[in-house]
């Protein structure tokens, strides 16, 4: 089990987490409910905060990439944290601006925005918009001229560097549908391009090169590639890039093998960025840019977990045995994307030791609706409360109403005490958006 600071077995051999005990969150708020420890996430955030405050005189800023888990909550943390937000759709920006979080601190990523998106994002004068095609450049560009302003942007470039992960979490290498590509020239013609618009003040450059990445040498080499271009730019046309935004990717652990990193253990990567900004800025004659990350996964991903009622539990001869739970794809669709791995217990057993390996199967019409294969667990019984560690991040943000499943409701932990931040869904909020025409009736 993961023996991170947000989790623990009580007394009673159950498991806690944020000082609350699972199994009576299980009664309080039914299940399947997504938990979330507050003080983890918190601590998540500053270390990254801290790191720009102490290395690098403040002159940084930590984005939450909010696509993770996007809700009202989150936003209102971060706010708190004195760190910044990036968004990803109109959606995102508005449960921010909701929340009250300030505008010039949102950053807005999407490989295609959509029309009305960058609209409400000028609106609401949000801080930055990172610009991801030629089309875009020019949807911007008119919009800020209409509402007579000039808009902050960075330009995402793809520096080609292969991270070590899943294939669908990769976002820089050559054939990424993200950024623009240094190697094909794609990211000077950019760049030539968002310097001609007067409505726009390109401000420097961004890159992502993926997820779930434990590597530091994949982010420093990012690093160092995309100070090369700012170098050539400045050369070429004298841009001097103010900002570089180096994204998120930080890994986390999810079940064994992964590297288990303790929460200030995560301050060492930004570190290595940092060193790395000062010694090639140095080494290029550039002028130190303000620097910015946008870790996800890595602030909320161990933080949450989801708890579940085990109902029906199939065995099949020599095959496998299913043990299957009142929740699934509908909540947590990593499995069926990425064949993503987790770690589970029984919460009300958490301190018994696995006797046997199970697929944990949803409650969803597919035969492909798992949390996971051979996971190790001690002999399931119906009405067990099964926890599964590390799904914080990408989750309820994926969840969906699958065969008109209800999305799970959230709550925070502190102290011991949990109070919602999403609540349940209700057969009501289903039907809200159906329509029955009058032919229909
Ligand atoms: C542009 C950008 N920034 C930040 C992130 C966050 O990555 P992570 O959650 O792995 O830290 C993503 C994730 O897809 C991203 O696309």
Not at 13 to 39: M, N, R, S
């Amino acid at each position: 089990m993961n023996t991170r600071e947000t989790l623990k077995v009580n007394k009673a051999g159950h498991l806690e987490i944020g000082g609350a005990d699972c199994v009576e969150l299980a009664k309080q708020f039914g299940t399947p409910l997504y938990v979330y420890d507050e003080k983890h996430i918190r601590d998540m955030m500053s270390v990254y905060r801290d790191a720009i405050d102490e290395e690098y005189d403040g002159r940084g800023l930590v984005l939450y990439a909010s696509k993770a888990f996007s809700c009202k909550a989150m936003y209102a943390i971060a706010r708190q944290e004195r760190i910044g937000a990036d968004v990803v759709s109109g959606g995102e920006l508005y449960t921010a601006l909701q929340a009250g979080f300030p505008a010039e601190k949102i950053y807005m990523h999407g490989n295609n925005k959509l029309p009305n998106e960058i609209g409400e994002a000028l609106d609401a004068k949000i801080g930055c918009i990172v610009l991801d095609s030629f089309a875009e450049a020019e949807l911007v560009e008119r919009e800020a001229a209409a509402r007579g302003m000039v808009q902050n942007v960075l330009i995402r470039i793809n520096p080609g560097v292969e991270a070590h992960t899943h294939e669908f979490v990769q976002t820089a290498t050559p054939d990424s549908k993200f950024g623009f590509s240094v190697a094909n020239g794609a990211a000077e013609e950019m760049t030539v391009c968002v310097l001609g618009k007067s409505h726009l003040r390109l401000r420097g450059f961004h890159s992502h090169i993926g997820s779930q990445i434990f590597e530091k040498d994949s982010f420093v080499l990012a690093v160092q590639k995309n100070l090369a271009f700012a170098k050539q730019m400045k050369e070429k046309y004298g841009f001097v890039c103010e900002e570089l935004n180096m994204g998120g990717g930080f890994g986390i652990w999810y079940a064994e093998g992964d590297a288990k990193i303790p929460v200030s253990g995560y301050r060492a990567y930004l570190s290595a960025l940092i060193g790395t900004v000062k010694t090639e800025c140095a080494r290029l004659g550039l002028k130190l840019p303000y620097i910015l990350l946008e870790p996800g996964r890595s602030i909320v991903g161990e933080a949450g977990i989801t708890l579940y009622t085990v109902g029906a539990v199939k065995e099949i001869p020599g095959l496998r045995k299913y043990v299957a739970v009142d929740g699934g794809m509908f909540d947590n669709p990593r499995y069926c994307l990425y064949r993503s791995r987790y770690t589970a217990l029984l919460a009300n057993r958490a301190d018994e030791a696995p006797t046997e390996l199970v697929s944990l199967a949803g409650k969803c019409c597919e035969s492909g609706d798992l949390i996971g294969v051979d996971m190790p667990l001690p002999k399931a019984e119906r009405g067990d409360i099964v926890a599964v560690l590390s799904t914080g991040a990408y989750n309820y943000s994926m969840a969906s109403n699958y065969n008109r499943n209800l999305i799970p409701p959230a709550v925070l932990v502190k102290d011991g005490r949990a109070e919602y931040i999403v609540r349940p869904q209700t057969y009501e909020d289903l039907v809200r958006g159906d329509a029955l025409p009058d032919s229909l009736k």
